[in-house]
């Protein structure tokens, strides 16, 4: 399981790369092993305004319908439409495709994110503990 | 794969010769605009009698029911559907009426309604009951449409939020959606139950209800129940069951004792009424007092003897469905209760727990149990052990079962345990039956450490092999 450095990681396995106050989002690899075959992602809409937390589209794969959460408040900015037609990206590269970018109105939100080796760390505990 | 009928046309093998027509026959452009004519005739297959009942007889014949053995899909509570439940839907009195009748012509029809609702009451806890909704889903909708009537009767406008577990069936915020709530997710703790602090951080003066399912999709029963009513309670929401699993605790305990304002029922899981395909479904919804002028219209009245349709009911969300609901699927349930009276109820209640617990028990050394320990009527396996071993996963598994002549249970479902396979046998099956269940699975285990392959590649025995799910989803091809 591929961890990339440089980026920041929310617990709920999403990766955020930060050029200025734009945040670009996507899932790890962690998530994308764990979805198994991604078959249809719902993307966010253009200009919506999205809370830190709040949900920012829908990935379904041949074993679930999982929510994906915005790990910063801001606005869409970008969504990346490759996705509607071919799901399949996510699995193959995921910190390649993005799934949108958010500009940011409180940068303050990447202080509650992770860096890589906590989140390698959560990897590691979700993938051990649990019952 | 069998032809479809389509395929099987042969023009003029028809097995029906109509009598010459004694009308006068004027052309169709007579009475139809020709832009709405069609020009060519459709294509509808012609075959004669014999080989049409062919035809789907060979099609019955790949298909696999309660009728043709086990089918433990968890959460579903498919049990047998008793026969004679099929002869009560069918005596004329009930098949042969008209839902535009005058009332006082179907009176024995609004009396077993009547008599329906105030044992759904009875075994439920609630007041008052609509029979209306056409599914479990539906009824959920059904109770988030009450829970939002009452709220905005109250002037209560700031709940827009419900609270809905992790482990929790799809069609909880699949409904609250459609009805215009935002969905909050709940934790649940390392015991699979609701995390009481979870719940107290997201309870707040913007949350409509909670809705829950207990015993939840673990089999687990939700323990802290009087606590997370009181919480619920307490923040001003309402509290809403899932009836889903209802087999576990009736006769034995009642969601309107537990606190719960609203619950639907699903009288095709554990009512016995047919499932799926072989249904239609019902989902009877029923209410605490406080919430009954709410419930969509018409309910059934009775004054002296005689038994009406209520439409006034001004604070009613209105009509759910057209007419009163899927009758013959409610006469089904009717009989079904009556058969079983209050002990039956308890007693089926009773054996369902016991035979989910017997095969958790007899499973835990081949396969890993999670929440290992006394359960309700389902529980949850996972194939952590084979994945381990031979990186067989469940999917590879459930395929085996097939090999092995049974349905798969419900598997990748509840999504908060990896690899989820669950079981609900139901009270239906006897110990000889859960015997050869369990055999085969411990079979399969076996398999899994010896000959792999067999496993991964199943199914071997039926008509269709391993299908290709991520192309079907990715690429579907819905039409011929």
Redesign the interface.
């Known amino acids: 399981m591929k961890i990339q450095e440089g980026l920041y990681y929310s617990v709920e396995h999403e990766w955020l790369r930060v050029e200025d106050d734009k945040a670009y989002v996507g899932i790890t690899d962690f998530a994308q092993q764990h979805l198994g075959d991604i078959v249809f992602v719902e993307l966010p809409e253009l200009d919506e305004a999205v809370e830190a937390g709040g949900q920012i589209g829908v990935i379904e794969s041949v074993k679930a319908v999982s929510s994906m959460f915005s790990p910063v408040s801001g606005t869409i900015i970008e969504v990346n439409e490759e996705l509607e037609n071919a799901p399949e990206l996510l699995n193959e590269d995921p910190y390649g495709q993005h799934i949108a970018v958010i500009k940011m109105n409180n940068t303050a939100d990447l202080d509650g994110l992770l860096n890589e080796t906590q989140y390698s760390e959560l990897c590691e505990k979700e993938e051990q503990g649990g019952e | 794969m069998p032809k479809l009928l389509i395929e099987k046309n042969v023009p003029g093998s028809n097995a029906f010769a109509l009598p010459p027509c004694d009308l006068n026959m004027s052309p169709l452009e007579d009475s139809i605009p020709s832009q709405f004519l069609r020009q060519d005739a459709p294509r509808i297959p012609e075959l004669s009698e014999v080989e049409a009942v062919r035809h789907y007889t060979e099609l019955s014949h790949r298909a696999y029911g309660v009728d043709d053995g086990l089918y433990p899909l968890g959460s579903c509570t498919m049990k047998y559907n008793p026969k004679i439940n099929e002869w009560a839907a069918r005596l004329p009195g009930f098949a042969h009426v008209h839902p535009y009748q005058p009332a006082r012509t179907v009176q024995g029809c609004l009396q077993l309604m009547s008599e329906t609702e105030k044992m759904l009451c009875e075994i439920a806890g609630m007041d008052r009951f609509t029979l209306q909704p056409a599914a479990g889903a539906h009824g959920e909708m059904t109770g988030a449409m009450i829970i939002k009537a009452y709220h905005t009767h109250h002037q209560d406008h700031k709940r827009t939020k419900m609270l809905i577990p992790d482990s929790a069936h799809?069609t909880n915020p699949a409904t609250t959606n459609v009805v215009g709530y935002k969905v909050v997710e709940l934790k649940s703790n390392?015991d699979?139950l609701i995390d009481l602090d979870d719940l107290r951080a997201k309870m707040d003066d913007e949350v409509a209800g909670l809705m829950l399912t207990n015993p939840n999709t673990l089999g687990l029963f939700e323990k802290d129940i009087d606590e997370i009513a009181k919480i619920v309670h307490g923040g001003g929401g309402l509290l809403y069951y899932d009836g889903a699993n209802l087999n576990a605790i009736m006769g034995v305990a009642r969601p309107g004792d537990m606190g719960f304002d609203i619950v639907h029922v699903n009288l095709h899981k554990t009512f016995s009424t047919p499932h799926g395909g072989g249904g239609p479904g019902s989902g009877p919804v029923g209410v605490k007092a406080f919430l009954a002028d709410y419930l969509p219209m018409p309910l059934i009245k009775k004054e002296g003897e005689e038994y009406s349709l209520d439409y006034d009911r001004p604070l009613s969300i209105g009509r759910v469905r057209s007419f009163y609901g899927n009758f013959g699927v409610i006469v089904k349930a009717y009989a079904y209760i009556l058969a079983l009276g209050s002990e039956g109820i308890r007693d089926a209640c009773e054996q369902a727990v016991l035979n989910a617990n017997y095969l958790r028990i007899k499973l835990r050394d081949d396969y890993h149990i999670?929440?290992d320990r006394l359960c309700k009527h389902e529980f949850v396996a996972t194939s952590r052990k084979q994945m381990e071993e031979s990186h067989i996963s469940t999917l590879d598994i459930a395929k085996r079962l097939m090999d092995y002549g049974y349905h798969p249970p419900t598997v990748?479902?509840p999504?908060?345990?990896?690899e989820a396979l669950m079981v609900e046998p139901t009270e239906t099956e006897s110990r000889e039956r859960l015997d050869d269940f369990i055999a085969a699975m411990q079979n399969i285990a076996q398999e899994s450490r010896k000959t792999p392959d067999i496993v991964l590649s199943a199914p071997h025995s039926t008509v269709i092999k391993r299908i290709d799910?991520?192309q079907a989803?990715?690429n579907p091809i819905v039409r011929w």
């Open positions: 799809g390392a699979g999670p929440f990748y479902f999504l908060i345990v990896k799910e991520v989803a990715r």
